[in-house]
C-alpha cells in the first residue's frame, strides 16, 4: 500500500481536476511540510543542471517546465484563503521564506538571464515567445540584474522580509475582525433589517449559545447594520469598529505596515526609482503617479458638487440638522424607500443564488458562447461547485466556486489561477466570495452581492477565453491597471435590464421581476455615484500617497497622513479613530499597491466599451461581443493594453463616457 506522502505526490500528477478533499484533511497536510522540502530541493537541483545547460544547446523550452512545487503551494495558499486555520497558517509561515529565498536565486542568477538572451538572439521563434523573453529581459534590467552582489543580497532580503511582513499584516486584519461580535437585544431597532438576514444573526447567536442576535464583522453583517438598523449609536459603533481593526495590541498593524513602506522604498531607490509608485507604474498603463493623481482630482472635482446636492437632498427630506457618516447609508436607503418608492429588501426576494449564477452563466454563453457543465466531483466542502468548461465545443478550463462566508475565510472576494495549463494539464481558474447562506435552504443575494457574483466571474473567463498557449500571456497576465476591465464590464450585465431578466425571479411565485422595479432601479442608477467615487478616490489617494510622499516616521504620523487624506478626498469629518489602512490588504498583502486606482482606471476603459454595447442598440450584440473577445478579451497580454484599446476603438482613451455614465455630466 502506498503512504500517505507518496498518495499525495501521485495526486499532484493528476492533470485533471485534484482531489482537494483529499489534499485538505489533517492527515494530509501533516505531511505537506516534508513533500514541500521534497520539491523544493528536486527544484533546486534542476535548477542547477539547467544552468549548467551548454550554450549551444539552450533552447526555448528550457523555461517552459511545469512547477509541481509551484502548483503545491497553490494548493495549500487557497487553503489558507478558504480556512485560515493554524495547521494551514504554520505551513505558509514555515516554507515562504524558503521558496522566496529560492525565487531570488533564480531573478538575480546573471547566468540564468543570460540564457534568457542567448534564446532571444537565436532564430525560429514565434511572435508570443518573442514578447515573453523580452518582458523577461526587461523585467531582469529594471529590478536588479545590473546591481553589484552586496546590493543583490540586500535587495534579497527585502523581498523575503516583504512577504513575511505582508502575510502577518493578512493575519492580523483576519484575526481582529473574527473578535468583534455584536450582541443586539432591543428587537425595535433591527425590525427594518430582512427576515433572512435577521435569521442569519439569530443562527449565529445560537451557535455562540447566545441569546438574542448576534452581528459580527462579516461584510454581510456590516452592510445589514448600515443599511437597516434604526439606532445612529449602534451603526457609529460598527462603522468605527470596522475602521480601527487592527490598530492595537497584539494584532496591531500599524508597526507592519510602517515596516512595509519603508522596505519597498528601500527597493525603488536600490532599482533606480525615486519612490514605489514609480516602480509599481513602470509595469502598468499609467505613466507616472502624477499622472493618476491628476486623473483622480479631476474626477473628483467632477463628483463633488453632486455627491454635496446628495447630502443635501437627505437633510431635507428627513429634516437632519446633523448627518454623520455613518447614517449615510441608512438614510439613503430610506430615501430609495419613500421618496423613489423603491425598497432593496424587495429586490432582493428576485435575486435568488441559483437562479442569479443561472443567469450569470447564460449572459456569458450568449456573449462569448462559454458552456458551463457541472461536475458530480466532491470537495472539501459541501458548497464548492466544480464545473468543465468550453468554448464552441472546445474545452478550455476547469472552473470552481467557494461563494459562501465562514469566519476562517478571508474577506471579500477574489478569482484565481489555481493551476495553468501546461503539456496534458488542464487549467484551474476559481472564484471565492462571502456570501450570506440562508439558514432555511433558500439563499437571497443583495444587488452588491450580484455585481460581485458577475465581476469575480469577469476576472475568471479572463483567463479562460485567453487564446495564447504560454501562461505568461494569459488575463491574468494584463497590465495591472487594465486587468479590472472584463470584471467590471460584466457586472453592467447584472444591472442592465435585458441581462438581469435572465435570472431576477420571485422566490416564492418565481414571477418575473416587475417592470416598475426595472425602472426604479434604472431611474436610481446614477444614485450616490459621487458618494462612491468620492470613497474610491480617497482609497487609491491613501494608495498613491503612502507609496510615492515620504515615508511616515511614526504610528502618529501614519494615522495623520491617512486621516488627512480622507478629510482631502472625502465631504464628512474624520473622527481621531479612523484607521482603515490596518485592514488595507489590497496593498499589504494582495498586490494593489500603488495600484489600488486600477479599479476606477479600468473603469473608465470599461465605461468606453459598455457603451459600445449600448450604442448597438443590443447589448448581447454578437458584432461587439465577438470584436471584443477577438480583439481585447482573449488576447490576454499578447499586446500592451493601450494596443488592444487602440485595436478595437482605433483611438486614446478619453474619460467622457466614464463621466456620462456616472451622471456627472
Known amino acids: 500500500m502506498l503512504s500517505l506522502k507518496q498518495q499525495i505526490r501521485d495526486e499532484l500528477k493528476n492533470t485533471d481536476f485534484p482531489n482537494l478533499k483529499f489534499f485538505y484533511t489533517k492527515e494530509a497536510l501533516l505531511c505537506a511540510p516534508e513533500i514541500l522540502q521534497e520539491l523544493l530541493e528536486e527544484e533546486k537541483q534542476d535548477f542547477a543542471i539547467k544552468l549548467a545547460t551548454p550554450d549551444t544547446e539552450i533552447t526555448y523550452e528550457l523555461f517552459e ?8 503551494f497553490s494548493i495549500l495558499g487557497h487553503y489558507q484563503g478558504v480556512n485560515n486555520d493554524e495547521q494551514i497558517r504554520k505551513i505558509i509561515e514555515d516554507f515562504e521564506p524558503e521558496y522566496i529565498d529560492f525565487g531570488n536565486e533564480i531573478s538575480y542568477s546573471k547566468r540564468y538571464f543570460e540564457m534568457v538572451k542567448i534564446v532571444r538572439n537565436g532564430t525560429d521563434l514565434s511572435q508570443e515567445q518573442i514578447k515573453i523573453l523580452d518582458q523577461e529581459i526587461e523585467s531582469y534590467e529594471v529590478r536588479w540584474i545590473a546591481l553589484d552582489q552586496t546590493k543583490q543580497e540586500i535587495l534579497k532580503k527585502i523581498n ?21 461580535e455584536y450582541i443586539i437585544t432591543d428587537e425595535s431597532i433591527i425590525s427594518e433589517v430582512p427576515d433572512d438576514d435577521k435569521a442569519v444573526a439569530q443562527k449565529n447567536a445560537e451557535n455562540k449559545k447566545v441569546a438574542w442576535y448576534l452581528f459580527d464583522a462579516s461584510g454581510s453583517s456590516y452592510g445589514t ?13 460598527f462603522y468605527e469598529s470596522r475602521n480601527s481593526f487592527a490598530t492595537t495590541g497584539k494584532y496591531n498593524n500599524n508597526p507592519i505596515i510602517l515596516e512595509i513602506l519603508k522596505l519597498r522604498e528601500q527597493k525603488a531607490v536600490l532599482l533606480g526609482f525615486k519612490n514605489y509608485s514609480e516602480l509599481s507604474l513602470h509595469f502598468k498603463m499609467a505613466e507616472s503617479p502624477e499622472q493618476v493623481k491628476n486623473l483622480f482630482w479631476e474626477i473628483a472635482e467632477q463628483a463633488r458638487p453632486k455627491a454635496i446636492l446628495e447630502l443635501q437632498e437627505i437633510r431635507e427630506y428627513f429634516n437632519l440638522k446633523e448627518l454623520d457618516i455613518w447614517d449615510l447609508g441608512y438614510y439613503a436607503n430610506k430615501l430609495k424607500q419613500e421618496k423613489y418608492t423603491f425598497d432593496s429588501r424587495e429586490l432582493k426576494k428576485y435575486f435568488v443564488y441559483e437562479n442569479v449564477l443561472a443567469g450569470l452563466f447564460e449572459t456569458t454563453q450568449r456573449l462569448y458562447n462559454i458552456e458551463m457543465k457541472k461536475t458530480d466531483i466532491v470537495s472539501y466542502s459541501e458548497d464548492v ?28 472576494a477574489w478569482a484565481d489561477l489555481l493551476r495553468e495549463k501546461h503539456g496534458a494539464y488542464k487549467k484551474i481558474v476559481l472564484n471565492t466570495c462571502n456570501f450570506q447562506k440562508w439558514t432555511d435552504g433558500v439563499t437571497l443575494l443583495t444587488l452588491s452581492d450580484v ?11 479572463h483567463e479562460m ?23 467590471q464590464l460584466l457586472e453592467n450585465w447584472a444591472r442592465d435590464e435585458v441581462g438581469m431578466k435572465l435570472f431576477a425571479k420571485h422566490f416564492e411565485n418565481w414571477d418575473e421581476i416587475p417592470k416598475a422595479m426595472l425602472e426604479k432601479l434604472k431611474i436610481l442608477e446614477m444614485f450616490w455615484n459621487a458618494q462612491m467615487i468620492l470613497a474610491q478616490n480617497t482609497y487609491a489617494m491613501l494608495d498613491m500617497s503612502l507609496h510615492s510622499e515620504g515615508i511616515p516616521t511614526s504610528e502618529a504620523e501614519l494615522d495623520a497622513r491617512v486621516r488627512k487624506n480622507a478629510e482631502q478626498n472625502s465631504i464628512f469629518p474624520v473622527s481621531d479613530t479612523y484607521s482603515p489602512h490596518t485592514t488595507f490588504t489590497h496593498i499589504f498583502d494582495w498586490g494593489y499597491a500603488a495600484g489600488y486606482y486600477s479599479y476606477m482606471w479600468a473603469e473608465i476603459i470599461e465605461k468606453e466599451v459598455w457603451q459600445a454595447f449600448k450604442s448597438s442598440w443590443d447589448v448581447f450584440s454578437p458584432e461587439i461581443a465577438t470584436k471584443f473577445h477577438d480583439l481585447m478579451l482573449s488576447a490576454g497580454s499578447t499586446k500592451k493594453a493601450s494596443e488592444l484599446f487602440q485595436d478595437f476603438f482605433g483611438r486614446e482613451v478619453s474619460i467622457d463616457a466614464f463621466l456620462k455614465e456616472k451622471g456627472l455630466v
Do not use: W
Open 65 to 72: 517546465e511545469f512547477s509541481e512545487l509551484g502548483y503545491y
Open 160 to 180: 523575503k522580509d516583504l512577504s513575511e511582513l505582508s502575510q502577518k499584516f493578512s493575519n492580523n486584519a483576519l484575526d481582529s475582525q473574527n473578535e468583534f
Open 225 to 237: 447594520i448600515m443599511k437597516y438598523c434604526s439606532d445612529s449609536s449602534v451603526r457609529k459603533h
Open 385 to 412: 461547485e466544480i464545473y468543465e468548461v468550453y468554448r464552441n465545443g472546445t474545452f478550455l478550463s476547469y472552473y470552481f466556486t467557494d461563494f459562501f462566508y465562514t469566519p476562517l475565510k478571508r474577506q471579500g
Open 451 to 461: 455585481e460581485t457574483l458577475y465581476h469575480e466571474f469577469g476576472h475568471a473567463i
Open 465 to 487: 477565453l485567453s487564446i495564447s498557449e504560454h501562461s505568461e500571456l494569459s488575463g491574468f497576465h494584463v497590465e495591472h491597471d487594465f486587468v479590472e476591465l472584463p470584471s
